[in-house]
């Protein structure tokens, strides 16, 4: 069993990405790090981002354009980003043994696809650096005395070696924590289920700082119709989604879009839900899918009459199951008689249903014309009624937290309490998916850690 040390240079609370970067920087520098976590290991989190792949950052190289991506937090964020960057986090990992590959819309992940393995490298460089580790340890308050935070008062643990994590070594002894210098890594609300519970929001609350109510900005979106809902797991690779809000257009996304059983997903949804909240938040939105985004309505119109007179003497809910096809095409049938790839099965049903036609056996030639533009109208603009947003439970990301005008960020310390630093997700930074969460964890732990 490993002597207890209660004093330390810092103590990093949160074992999730920017905490381990913040707590292995700093024991880098020759700091005693004391890192509390309240799971049973670290990096929990980062072990099922992105689905296990763990989309570490995005290589966008130009910092400008990169931080366009932050909104109103981008004019906080340059400093941080100069120091640590998006080339600094690919040098990170690669120097480590973990080389990283670019995808599409730029998202950089792992080339091992494995989030465990990010995770790994992390271990390493807190053990390297001789940072210790309290886990299975909740901290319930951060004491303060004249305007610094003087120890953190935890429930049970005893800290042992990063190098003894893998042993599964663990203590039982209830303590403070005394340190000169505070991190706060808690994280935000979402994917409460490892732990992210916004204990570090009452804390900050506590001492002084603002700390604005969290809503989930990356998350599914829930809508009204059955059609939707009767077919989960059903891809659209290719479509666009507009927004209304009170019947006037809002925006249009274009992208993959994912069917669930109470609405929409896919990374398009997930990144339009922010803007989705603020127009629920001022009255009824409702949305358009095209499934055909890249033909207009007319050219979509003459495809169409041409498959269905080519076709005139056969059931038009058949010619139909060609055009959207209903998962019984042949297996090597790569594209559908629009000459455009086939849209996913199942919908030929849902587009049939939306259609209403007053005889379902009708034929082919007995269609009107009424009938084909209305058809026509349904692939391009098949309507949606918006009902919400799922909840923080389901959000990739959630924002709120302390507002970057309370953080000095060209060190991450607080502007209240001189001794404390913020990391992550405890920061109020609204952002998209596609690595832009991750690299805010890099860069603020890093910078943290670089200060303290």
Excluded at 281 to 307: C, H, Q, R, W, Y
Excluded at 387 to 411: F, H, N, Q, Y
Aim: a positive charge; one cysteine or more; charged letters at 20%.
């Amino acid at each position: 069993m490993q002597s207890q040390k209660q004093k330390y240079d810092v103590i990093v609370i949160g074992g999730g990405a920017s905490g381990m970067m913040a707590a292995g920087r700093a024991g880098e520098r020759g700091k005693s790090v004391l890192l509390i976590e309240k799971n049973a290991g670290v990096g929990k989190k980062l072990d099922i981002t992105g689905g296990g792949r763990c989309n570490i950052t995005n290589a966008e190289y130009d910092k400008h354009a990169f931080l366009k991506n932050y909104g109103e937090a981008q004019q906080f964020l340059y400093s941080p980003l100069s120091v640590f960057g998006v080339q600094d986090t690919f040098d990170f990992f690669t120097k480590r043994g973990l080389p990283l590959v670019v995808e599409a819309r730029k998202r950089a992940f792992p080339e091992t696809q494995k989030a465990t393995d990010v995770t790994k490298v992390l271990k390493k460089y807190i053990a390297d650096n001789k940072v210790e580790i309290l886990t299975k340890v909740t901290v319930h308050e951060l004491r303060a005395e004249k305007g610094r935070v003087v120890e953190a008062v935890t429930s049970r643990g005893l800290p042992v070696p990063a190098r003894a994590l893998h042993a599964g070594e663990r203590g039982t002894q209830t303590g403070t924590y005394s340190a000169d210098k505070f991190i706060v890594a808690t994280g935000g609300v979402s994917h409460p289920e490892t732990g992210s519970t916004g204990d570090g929001f009452k804390w900050l609350n506590a001492l002084g700082h603002t700390v604005n109510p969290a809503t989930p900005t990356i998350v599914p979106i829930k809508v009204r119709e059955s059609w939707v809902k009767a077919q989960p797991g059903v891809t659209l690779a290719n479509m666009k989604i507009t927004f209304f809000g009170d019947g006037k257009k809002a925006f249009s996304k274009k992208g993959p879009l994912l069917f669930t059983h109470f609405g929409l997903s896919g990374p398009t949804i997930l990144n339009c839900a922010g803007a989705v909240g603020q127009l629920l938040s001022e009255g009824d939105v409702n949305a358009t899918i095209d499934m055909f985004p890249d033909m207009d309505f007319a050219e979509l119109e003459k495809n169409l009459l041409s498959v269905i007179d080519t076709n005139k003497n056969k059931d038009f809910k058949n010619v139909l199951e060609k055009i959207v096809p209903d998962g019984r095409p042949q297996a090597n049938q790569q594209i559908s008689w629009l000459g455009l790839p086939p849209l996913p099965a199942g919908l030929a049903r849902a587009v049939l249903g939306l259609l209403a036609l007053p005889q379902p056996d009708i034929k082919s030639h007995s269609v009107t014309k009424e009938e084909r533009k209305r058809l026509v109208h349904i692939l391009k603009a098949a309507p949606l009624t918006i009902t919400g947003l799922m909840g923080v439970d389901r959000a990739v990301i959630s924002d709120g937290g302390v507002p970057l005008a309370e953080v000095d960020t060209r060190a991450m310390r607080s502007l209240i309490v001189k001794n404390l630093y913020l990391t992550g997700d405890v920061l109020h930074i609204n952002r998209p998916s596609g690595g832009y969460s991750l690299q805010m964890c890099w860069t603020t732990g890093y910078v943290a850690g670089n200060n303290v």
